[in-house]
């Protein structure tokens, strides 16, 4: 059976509709990502974990994506795939001192402090002004009551201008002496 030539470019005109269509409403990945940020501020984690995904399934190397992923899934109380999320955006880009801080508040929280120090610091050494890794450092420093780390994470911090939670300063404050500062605490 022949197909006419008029017939042939009308199948063509609706193949090209049909085409434009879908292309207008195809999403890059770096628009997954921004829609996968304003579920995770939105409180939206469920939503937030689609998103990132689908991010991921178009450019698996975006580290952004599961790096917030795994912040989602941690939020969630997931743990295991935060932790593998942020493993993989440190293996896509081994400098982001970010998912090595995310990576290691998931690990304090599942109780493996050591690893959860070994990230926060790596994170400092990625980062030397990474004042959250500081103060998350700190407050695991706390918990293993070494409180000479814990106070020299804490100058630290003041001395690069940041704030320390009110409450982790006086309940450290309570628990120890304070160290005085000298030069012995250049971190």
């Known amino acids: 059976m022949a197909i006419s030539k008029r017939t042939t470019i009308f199948l063509f005109l609706i193949g090209m509709i049909f085409l434009g269509i879908s292309s207008v409403y195809a999403q890059t990945p770096t628009e997954y990502l921004q829609n996968g940020n304003d579920s995770l501020k939105a409180g939206d984690f469920n939503q937030a974990v689609y998103e990132y995904t689908k991010a991921i399934d178009i450019n698996p190397n975006l580290a952004k994506a599961f790096d917030n992923r795994g912040v989602a899934?941690?939020?969630?109380?997931?743990?295991?795939?935060?932790?593998?999320?942020?493993?993989?955006?440190?293996?896509?880009?081994?400098?982001?001192?970010?998912?090595?801080?995310?990576?290691?508040?998931?690990?304090?929280?599942?109780?493996?402090?050591?690893?959860?120090?070994?990230?926060?610091?790596?994170?400092?050494?990625?980062?030397?002004?990474?004042?959250?890794?500081?103060?998350?450092?700190?407050q695991v420093f706390y918990s293993q009551k070494e409180f000479d780390k814990a106070w020299a994470d804490v100058f630290k911090v003041e001395r690069l201008g940041g704030a320390i939670d009110h409450d982790f300063y006086q309940e450290l404050k309570k628990a120890s002496k304070p160290i005085i500062h000298n030069k012995t605490f250049i971190n």
């Open 73 to 138: 899934f941690a939020k969630q109380g997931y743990l295991a795939p935060a932790i593998s999320d942020f493993t993989m955006a440190i293996a896509i880009d081994p400098k982001d001192s970010e998912a090595y801080n995310n990576r290691g508040h998931a690990y304090a929280v599942q109780g493996d402090l050591t690893q959860a120090i070994r990230d926060y610091s790596k994170a400092i050494k990625i980062n030397p002004v990474y004042l959250k890794a500081y103060n998350n450092r700190a």
